[in-house]
């Protein structure tokens, strides 16, 4: 049974930062992709940024800039350090974790991160 666990959400001012990590375990398999997707109060949860093996990355056009991933190695864990925060990118954050290519995969439990002054 493979988990997610997300950590590093939290309440900070409009131009902070904050690191969200995220940890899957219970596969002996290294994931393909793993990614964060966010979702905010009366909207669909959408793409923010995801890693797939070999390191390509993908973000959403409005975190371009300010929001990084990395993965640990082989390790699967993955990361998404956010600077520069604005209101707008208040939302439930979810990591998401892909076996294989072209499998929905796993999610996590979801960390609240909140921007606001």
């Known amino acids: 049974q493979v988990q997610l666990v997300e950590s590093g959400g939290g309440l900070v001012q409009p131009g902070g930062s904050l690191r969200l990590s995220c940890v899957a375990s219970g596969s002996v398999f290294s994931m393909f992709g793993m990614g964060w997707y966010r979702q905010a109060p009366g909207k669909q949860r959408e793409l923010v940024a995801r890693i797939i093996a070999g390191g390509s990355t993908n973000y959403d056009d409005t975190v371009k800039g300010r929001f990084t991933i990395a993965r640990d190695g082989g390790e699967n864990t993955v990361y998404l350090q956010m600077n520069n925060l604005k209101p707008e990118d208040t939302a439930v954050y979810y990591c998401?974790?892909?076996?294989?290519?072209?499998?929905?995969?796993?999610w996590g439990q979801g960390t609240q991160v909140t921007v606001s002054s």
């Open positions: 998401n974790a892909v076996p294989f290519p072209g499998t929905e995969g796993y």
